[in-house]
């Protein structure tokens, strides 16, 4: 279970998340819909520990992830996470882009992180471009190798940052249902997204950011045909 | 703070060895920037192929240390041509090609930098050759130039040191002279050292400025 | 049609001890460059600290470096240090003095090639668990040893060419130091100093090609 309990965070002047409070639990997918500015992406960034917060407490699994005796590269084991820019590894194939992790980090045989590379490798539809670099691939193959990077270090939790939202619209369909595939499989999820359809789709919840808050929460069906904050409304109306 | 030998005249000396090296560092650079910009640009307007006895020659300047370089042209001019040039002549000669050579580098890329939609779109105004090279291609391309150029003049200065091979006593030499005399070396070598300090570091520091500003563009 | 009757023939017969120094040469740069990638890569990682002290000592020694002559630097390591009582061997001398002007110019080249390399590549790292220094050694260095390695060849080049510099603190066993005392014997300083310049050239060559070829090997991506 992932718990966000009154998180604050700033960047200079600039407060970008203003008392977030969020419960994501085991086998859930939640999704962060809202303009862009209101605080999303920081929120995942905050969750893996790459980015401090100035106030609250994250959880998870009960361990407090910025407090100074967690140990954030074995916290970061549980947590995959990808971005918007996929950041593959150019000097690494995309077979060895999988097994980085796994390697150097659990410390895996090279013939067992081969073996879980070409599982998730082939799991994501990439199972014919083992060997080529990255710089050979499009936007959207790589962006299922970084999700194929992710897994194969078998987190419990996967964030994604608007991860189609570098890619050319024709791309974006292909790496959606590799998420969607995720989900149905029982994943638990947070994904930042500007795809409503998708968001509509595949989400247990769906919670609106607006100015740095959760301005609302609930099952899709509430939030896409019943929106209740006018901000989402007029947000809603914007994005149609 | 020191308690030093050194004397007024011992400082005169060593002004005159500053001077004949920013001396002989004019020289090169102007004369060799200007056989660098006609080599550049030949190299450039007739292709590789072509342009490849340049390009070999030119990069031998490159290749071989230049204190060999200095005692190769002295050797020629003094033992085999027999003619009597003064260390001075034969120093500037050398340094100028090396200069060259390295000038006609700058001078092809800074060229081949220059965007052919652009030297098309001034040649479909009707400008002639010589009028796009002055008016388009020069312009743009000393943007691109110049950082390394002041690169390569600061390093011709800094290489001057090497003429004393050719009875040159320029800065460094003088410096070795009042050494073997006064026994101080740390002192004076400090002195010589600051003074290609305060020039090369600031104008260094130019050059570092220019070229972000132009990569930031 | 010269006065002057060139003699290769005798000239060529020195050629056995000119390779010998050629050796020497090639010795002295590549401990210079070894020793200098060592130190600049050291520098590196000083540079990415908050320290004060650390950082003036990289930038004074990479300015000073860059801001005078070769042959200073090669004085200094000589005659300079020597006035504090400690004296080196000509052959220390030229290798201290060519080490620090590598240094200079490869933490230069280092730092170009790491602020190439984006920051989102640390982060994509650091959350696929691997620590600081794993992420450095496996992700970032690579891409860095890619941009740094052509101008590091360059460096190598000026290495060869600094090593003619040691004849003036009495290095005699390099290639520069040999063809300068087979000249003070034999008087035939052209033919002498133009195989010098052949062995430098075909030497220096061989270094840049073989650069080329092995960053082709290396960096297939």
Request: glycine share 8%; net charge positive.
């Amino acid at each position: 279970m992932i718990e966000i309990i009154n998180v604050r965070k700033s960047f200079g002047p600039l407060e970008v998340l203003k008392g977030i409070n969020l419960t994501v639990k085991k086998g859930e997918v939640l999704t962060v819909i809202g303009g862009s500015g209101s605080g999303k992406s920081t929120l995942l960034t905050c969750i893996n520990g790459l980015e401090k917060i100035d106030s609250g407490k994250i959880l998870v699994d009960g361990t407090e992830v910025h407090a100074k005796s967690t140990d954030l590269n074995k916290l970061r084991r549980k947590l995959g996470i990808v971005f918007q820019q996929w950041n593959a590894f150019p000097h690494l194939t995309v077979l060895e882009n999988v097994m980085l992790a796994p390697r150097k980090v659990l410390g895996q045989s090279r013939s067992d992180a081969e073996a879980m590379a070409v599982d998730q490798l082939s799991h994501v539809g990439l199972g014919d471009k083992l060997n080529v670099y990255p710089s050979r691939l499009s936007g959207g193959q790589q962006q299922r190798m970084a999700i194929a990077r992710a897994l194969a270090m078998s987190p419990d939790y996967m964030l994604f940052d608007e991860v189609t939202s570098a890619l050319d619209p024709q791309l974006v369909g292909e790496v959606l249902d590799t998420l969607r595939m995720l989900a149905s499989e029982g994943m638990t999820m947070i994904c930042v997204t500007h795809e409503m359809k998708f968001a509509r789709e595949v989400s247990d919840r769906v919670a609106f950011f607006h100015k740095g808050v959760v301005a609302e929460i609930a099952v899709p069906e509430d939030i896409f045909s019943h929106p209740k904050d006018p901000d989402l409304q007029k947000f809603l109306s914007a994005t149609h | 703070m020191f308690n030093t030998a050194l004397t007024l005249s011992d400082l005169v000396f060593l002004a005159k060895g500053a001077g004949m090296t920013l001396l002989v560092t004019a020289i090169s650079v102007s004369l060799g920037t200007i056989l660098g910009i006609i080599f550049g640009i030949f190299r450039f307007q007739v292709g590789p192929v072509w342009a490849a006895p340049v390009t070999f020659l030119l990069d031998v300047f490159r290749s071989i240390p230049l204190l060999i370089q200095l005692v190769l042209a002295n050797a020629f001019f003094g033992m085999v041509l027999k003619l009597n040039l003064t260390g001075l002549a034969v120093a500037c000669g050398v340094l100028t090609l090396y200069t060259a050579a390295y000038c006609a580098e700058i001078v092809r890329g800074a060229v081949e930098a220059v965007p052919t939609t652009t030297r098309r779109a001034a040649r479909s105004l009707g400008m002639t050759w010589l009028q796009d090279m002055t008016h388009i291609v020069l312009p743009l391309a000393t943007r691109v130039a110049l950082p390394s150029w002041i690169g390569l003049a600061l390093g011709v200065m800094k290489d001057s040191a090497l003429v004393y091979i050719v009875q040159v006593t320029e800065l460094l030499k003088s410096t070795q002279i009042l050494i073997t005399r006064l026994q101080e070396p740390l002192l004076l070598l400090m002195l010589c050292g600051a003074f290609y300090f305060i020039i090369s570091f600031p104008i260094a520091r130019l050059g570092g400025y220019l070229e972000r500003r132009l990569s930031n563009d | 049609m010269f006065g002057y009757t060139f003699q290769w023939g005798q000239a060529v017969k020195w050629l056995p001890q000119m390779l010998e120094g050629a050796w020497v040469t090639m010795e002295i740069a590549i401990l210079s460059m070894l020793i200098g990638i060592a130190v600049a890569i050291l520098f590196t990682s000083f540079r990415q600290t908050k320290s004060r002290i650390l950082n003036g000592i990289v930038t004074t020694w990479v300015e000073i470096a860059r801001n005078t002559p070769a042959l200073f630097q090669i004085y200094m390591a000589h005659f300079g240090i020597a006035s504090f009582g400690i004296h080196f061997s000509p052959f220390v001398s030229l290798l201290i003095g060519i080490t620090f002007n590598n240094v200079g110019y490869l933490t230069e080249n280092f730092r170009g090639a790491m602020k190439a390399i984006p920051d989102t590549q640390t982060r994509a790292a650091r959350s696929l668990g691997l620590s600081a220094p794993q992420a450095f050694a496996f992700v970032v260095m690579p891409q860095m040893l890619r941009i740094a390695f052509l101008p590091a060849s360059n460096q190598m080049v000026w290495a060869i060419l600094m090593t003619s510099l040691g004849v003036t603190v009495g290095m005699n066993s390099d290639l520069y130091g040999v063809t300068q005392d087979l000249n003070s014997v034999t008087f035939r300083t052209f033919e002498l100093f133009a195989i010098a310049a052949v062995i430098f050239y075909v030497i220096t060559k061989t270094i840049q090609i073989g650069a080329r070829l092995l960053a082709a090997r290396l960096f297939r991506y």
